[in-house]
């Protein structure tokens, strides 16, 4: 296993050396196999041989000794030729991953993060308690770091694996040479991979009775293929449709009470993680076994899957494969085929006087299997829950679904319904009565917002290190336009809080979607009295090449408003707004005049939000003042930036916003311009838990002062890209005064947006 260390100080000089070694090795085993040189040669030995006239024993024996000999030499030059490029491929790989290493880690020591001798990620700066220290990195920022680093040696240890079993498999041949070689590393990937899935799947026809340690052994084969598609669709097409669903099922769940736990459990959750990895790969095969193989898993759906014994609770194939999705990307196609095929199943059984909804449908007595690992909440037995997690991780099958419909009018008595209507919009007359866990909660909103966010945004909801897809071709330029159309149902749809309140669990993805769009949500709010297209608006904000998208003023501020009365989701759009708008400014370059027309606006998007926040903190804690200003004061300090350098039109800005919160994500921001090379990754922090250590419930004076600490802090948040562009400008006292008393005057218009003193009478 190669190590962080070893990787560091990897020296490829000997390798190097016997790549050049083989390469001129394999040059005269191909001369002395077929001539070229004018020497004596195999070719020949055996044209002679095969054309004497031989007598007695020798017409037998000595004859075909000599032709077989000959013959060998062939297969000594593809052994050799194999040798050589499985060296050259590993040489070239282990070059990259050790050039990779080195870059990563002089990109963090920038930001004060060193790696020690295993690779753990710390901070390298002077001690914290010096004055004037730099402030140390984030926990986010850490693990971001570490992640960055494992990968890296991962891929270094997946070069050594492979290379280190072709070159040995070459080794075991003690008496012969082989007569099959390796073109190079990918394609001794390929055939271990083929290898490796034969042996799985002899594994797997033991299925529950394989041991622990042979489930263990399963496991780790199938995640050393996790990326390798040969392996995939071997493993998948041998085990077929109908075997791939029941061995998923007996395996989680023998049946007769012998549902797995303890240790077992743990190592079934791992096991279904790869297992659903390994599907998803399988998927994206294009070849026509995998297609007869989705075509059936497809046509098994509502069948019922039985256990080893036939006993009637038997899970429907819909819940059998569920929870084998929630992990890797499934092909896009066979994901809307199948969601297709789902839900007009799930709508015709609606229909059914006995299971009568989908809470009935997928929990009633008949199907108890426990399926998914580790057990969780009861949505784990909705197969729609696991198929939106699923379309999740793949952004163009999940924009795809929700343009799509399910029912044909004339197939089983179904009225056509959008996916759309169907599970977002609770208001439509045949909208999905989603199950509800124990607790009268519906876990599966969550997942319905991964989906919104991996069809908005353009990347997976779980992305760690997201960007914003290009915009250049026309068919980039086509999918961000259906991306943006969706997003304006989404702002038009979620118009007042208790509506996602509704929809318990979706609001966090809300948020990192409006994160996502906020530029269009700039633009759409700069329209006051239907203004935009007479003051320049297309032009301020670049609509064109941005492709921005009008949601309409009105439902824009109404979407804000619903969004920010929580803390989580006022923090992640704002922390947007201000890197957006910071971009937006440094953008106009030397024109003064629309560079303050922007920072006005993002003054007056910040009052708004503020203003919602406020509302929200007060009714929350209108009878206990000291909470009240406690969770005032964490609002004015919610945010303390990574970066406070002068924002110009040469400095880059934060690109990506991370919200280390219950919500944790990354979120690619769109940036208003690019720098040269790039806008530069810039993270930003919350310090709200620490203060909340330092100061909660302290009663102290300071706490009594929480509201107008509260108010100037988020003034103060709203001014930061303002005044960072007036200095980089090099105003004067004068001309920064008159900037501030517009900006304020911005802020209280934005105040007055959401502000919702008259709808509550007083």
């Given at each position: 296993m190669v190590t962080y260390q070893e990787l560091h100080d990897l020296n490829l000089s000997k390798l190097k050396t016997a790549v050049t070694q083989w390469e001129q090795m394999l040059k005269k085993l191909v001369a002395l196999t077929d001539g070229g040189d004018g020497g004596v040669n195999a070719a020949d030995?055996?044209?002679?041989?095969?054309?004497?006239?031989?007598?007695?024993?020798?017409?037998?024996?000595?004859?075909?000794?000599?032709?077989?000999?000959?013959?060998?030499?062939?297969?000594?030059?593809?052994?050799?030729?194999?040798?050589?490029?499985?060296?050259?491929?590993?040489?070239?790989?282990?070059?990259?991953?050790?050039?990779?290493?080195?870059?990563?880690?002089?990109?963090?020591?920038?930001?004060?993060?060193?790696?020690?001798?295993?690779?753990?990620?710390?901070?390298?700066?002077?001690?914290?308690?010096?004055?004037?220290?730099?402030?140390?990195?984030?926990?986010?920022?850490?693990?971001?770091?570490?992640?960055?680093?494992n990968r890296i040696v991962s891929a270094a240890n997946e070069t050594d694996r492979i290379t280190a079993r072709a070159l040995r498999q070459h080794a075991d041949s003690k008496y012969d040479f082989d007569e099959k070689g390796f073109k190079g590393l990918q394609d001794a990937d390929r055939k271990q991979g083929?290898?490796?899935?034969?042996?799985?799947?002899?594994?797997?026809?033991?299925?529950?009775?394989?041991?622990?340690?042979?489930?263990?052994?399963?496991?780790?084969?199938?995640?050393?293929?996790?990326?390798?598609?040969?392996?995939?669709?071997?493993?998948?097409?041998?085990?077929?449709?109908?075997?791939?669903?029941?061995?998923?099922?007996?395996?989680?769940?023998?049946?007769?009470?012998?549902?797995?736990?303890?240790?077992?459990?743990?190592?079934?959750?791992?096991?279904?993680?790869?297992?659903?990895?390994?599907?998803?790969?399988?998927?994206?095969?294009?070849?026509?076994?995998?297609?007869?193989?989705?075509?059936?898993?497809?046509?098994?759906?509502?069948?019922?899957?039985?256990?080893?014994?036939?006993?009637?609770?038997?899970?429907?194939?819909?819940?059998?494969?569920?929870?084998?999705?929630?992990?890797?990307?499934?092909?896009?196609?066979?994901?809307?085929?199948?969601?297709?095929?789902?839900?007009?199943?799930?709508?015709?059984?609606?229909?059914?006087?006995?299971?009568?909804?989908?809470?009935?449908?997928?929990?009633?007595?008949?199907?108890?299997?426990?399926?998914?690992?580790?057990?969780?909440?009861?949505?784990?037995?909705?197969?729609?829950?696991?198929?939106?997690?699923?379309?999740?991780?793949?952004?163009?099958?999940?924009?795809?679904?929700?343009?799509?419909?399910?029912?044909?009018?004339?197939?089983?008595?179904?009225?056509?319904?959008?996916?759309?209507?169907?599970?977002?919009?609770?208001?439509?007359?045949?909208?999905?009565?989603?199950p509800q866990d124990d607790d009268g909660k519906t876990t599966g909103y969550q997942f319905l917002g991964h989906a919104l966010e991996s069809a908005t945004l353009g990347y997976s909801y779980d992305d760690k290190t997201p960007s914003i897809p290009p915009m250049k071709t026309p068919e980039q330029i086509e999918?961000?336009?259906?991306?943006?159309?969706?997003?304006?149902?989404?702002?038009?749809?979620?118009?007042?809080?208790?509506?996602?309140?509704?929809?318990?669990?979706?609001?966090?993805?809300?948020?990192?979607?409006?994160?996502?769009?906020?530029?269009?949500?700039?633009?759409?709010?700069?329209?006051?009295?239907?203004?935009?297209?007479?003051?320049?608006?297309?032009?301020?904000?670049?609509?064109?090449?941005?492709?921005?998208?009008?949601?309409?003023?009105?439902?824009?501020?109404?979407?804000?408003?619903?969004?920010?009365?929580?803390?989580?989701?006022?923090?992640?759009?704002?922390?947007?707004?201000?890197?957006?708008?910071?971009?937006?400014?440094?953008?106009?370059?030397?024109?003064?005049?629309?560079?303050?027309?922007?920072?006005?606006?993002?003054?007056?998007?910040?009052?708004?939000?503020?203003?919602?926040?406020?509302?929200?903190?007060?009714?929350?804690?209108?009878?206990?003042?000291?909470?009240?200003?406690?969770?005032?004061?964490?609002?004015?300090?919610?945010?303390?930036?990574?970066?406070?350098?002068?924002?110009?039109?040469?400095?880059?800005?934060?690109?990506?916003?991370?919200?280390?919160?219950?919500?944790?994500?990354?979120?690619?921001?769109?940036?208003?311009?690019?720098?040269?090379?790039?806008?530069?990754?810039?993270?930003?922090?919350?310090?709200?838990?620490?203060?909340?250590?330092?100061?909660?419930?302290?009663?102290?004076?300071?706490?009594?002062?929480?509201?107008?600490?509260?108010?100037?802090?988020?003034?103060?948040?709203?001014?930061?890209?303002?005044?960072?562009?007036?200095?980089?400008?090099?105003?004067?006292?004068?001309?920064?005064?008159?900037?501030?008393?517009?900006?304020?005057?911005?802020?209280?218009?934005?105040?007055?947006?959401?502000?919702?003193?008259?709808?509550?009478?007083?």
């Amino acid at each position: 296993m190669v190590t962080y260390q070893e990787l560091h100080d990897l020296n490829l000089s000997k390798l190097k050396t016997a790549v050049t070694q083989w390469e001129q090795m394999l040059k005269k085993l191909v001369a002395l196999t077929d001539g070229g040189d004018g020497g004596v040669n195999a070719a020949d030995l055996e044209r002679k041989a095969n054309a004497a006239d031989w007598k007695g024993d020798n017409a037998t024996v000595t004859k075909e000794f000599t032709t077989t000999t000959a013959r060998q030499f062939d297969d000594m030059v593809i052994e050799a030729r194999s040798i050589h490029n499985i060296l050259r491929d590993a040489e070239t790989n282990l070059r990259k991953h050790k050039e990779d290493l080195r870059v990563t880690v002089e990109a963090w020591l920038k930001k004060n993060i060193y790696f020690d001798n295993k690779g753990t990620a710390l901070y390298a700066g002077p001690t914290r308690q010096l004055e004037g220290a730099p402030k140390p990195p984030t926990q986010e920022e850490l693990d971001t770091a570490q992640a960055e680093i494992n990968r890296i040696v991962s891929a270094a240890n997946e070069t050594d694996r492979i290379t280190a079993r072709a070159l040995r498999q070459h080794a075991d041949s003690k008496y012969d040479f082989d007569e099959k070689g390796f073109k190079g590393l990918q394609d001794a990937d390929r055939k271990q991979g083929i290898e490796d899935a034969d042996a799985l799947v002899k594994l797997a026809a033991k299925r529950d009775g394989m041991s622990d340690s042979e489930l263990k052994q399963f496991n780790e084969i199938s995640k050393y293929h996790r990326d390798n598609p040969a392996f995939a669709e071997r493993f998948s097409t041998k085990l077929g449709a109908q075997g791939t669903l029941e061995f998923w099922r007996t395996l989680a769940d023998p049946g007769q009470g012998r549902t797995p736990a303890g240790d077992r459990a743990k190592i079934l959750a791992s096991v279904q993680d790869n297992l659903g990895i390994t599907l998803a790969n399988a998927t994206r095969v294009d070849s026509p076994a995998m297609r007869e193989w989705k075509d059936n898993i497809i046509a098994l759906g509502d069948d019922r899957i039985q256990g080893p014994n036939g006993v009637r609770s038997a899970p429907f194939g819909f819940q059998v494969l569920g929870p084998l999705m929630s992990e890797g990307k499934w092909d896009s196609g066979f994901l809307n085929k199948y969601g297709e095929k789902l839900i007009d199943f799930e709508r015709d059984k609606a229909k059914d006087p006995v299971l009568g909804s989908p809470d009935l449908l997928w929990k009633n007595q008949y199907n108890p299997a426990q399926l998914n690992y580790p057990p969780g909440t009861e949505s784990e037995r909705d197969p729609v829950a696991h198929l939106l997690e699923a379309l999740g991780h793949n952004p163009e099958a999940s924009l795809q679904f929700f343009d799509g419909t399910s029912g044909r009018g004339d197939k089983d008595g179904l009225d056509e319904i959008s996916n759309w209507d169907y599970l977002v919009d609770q208001g439509h007359k045949e909208a999905r009565a989603w199950p509800q866990d124990d607790d009268g909660k519906t876990t599966g909103y969550q997942f319905l917002g991964h989906a919104l966010e991996s069809a908005t945004l353009g990347y997976s909801y779980d992305d760690k290190t997201p960007s914003i897809p290009p915009m250049k071709t026309p068919e980039q330029i086509e999918t961000r336009e259906q991306r943006t159309l969706l997003m304006d149902r989404v702002v038009d749809h979620y118009q007042t809080s208790s509506m996602i309140d509704d929809q318990d669990g979706i609001r966090n993805s809300l948020a990192r979607m409006a994160a996502g769009h906020i530029d269009s949500l700039n633009y759409s709010t700069a329209n006051f009295g239907g203004s935009g297209e007479r003051s320049g608006r297309d032009d301020l904000f670049d609509a064109e090449k941005n492709l921005l998208r009008d949601f309409d003023q009105m439902s824009s501020t109404s979407f804000l408003r619903a969004l920010a009365t929580d803390k989580e989701a006022y923090d992640t759009v704002s922390a947007a707004q201000q890197i957006y708008s910071s971009s937006a400014m440094a953008g106009q370059g030397d024109d003064e005049g629309d560079a303050k027309r922007i920072g006005m606006h993002s003054v007056k998007m910040h009052g708004m939000l503020d203003e919602v926040r406020s509302e929200a903190i007060g009714s929350q804690f209108a009878d206990d003042k000291e909470k009240r200003n406690l969770e005032l004061e964490q609002q004015g300090a919610w945010r303390d930036f990574a970066a406070s350098a002068v924002i110009g039109t040469a400095v880059g800005v934060g690109a990506a916003v991370v919200i280390p919160t219950g919500a944790a994500a990354a979120i690619a921001v769109p940036l208003a311009f690019e720098v040269a090379g790039g806008a530069a990754e810039t993270y930003f922090e919350t310090q709200t838990m620490e203060w909340l250590k330092e100061n909660e419930y302290d009663n102290s004076d300071d706490s009594v002062k929480g509201i107008d600490q509260a108010r100037q802090e988020g003034e103060h948040n709203a001014m930061v890209p303002l005044l960072n562009w007036a200095a980089s400008r090099g105003m004067s006292s004068d001309e920064i005064w008159d900037l501030v008393v517009a900006a304020e005057k911005e802020y209280q218009v934005g105040n007055g947006r959401t502000d919702t003193d008259n709808a509550r009478g007083y």
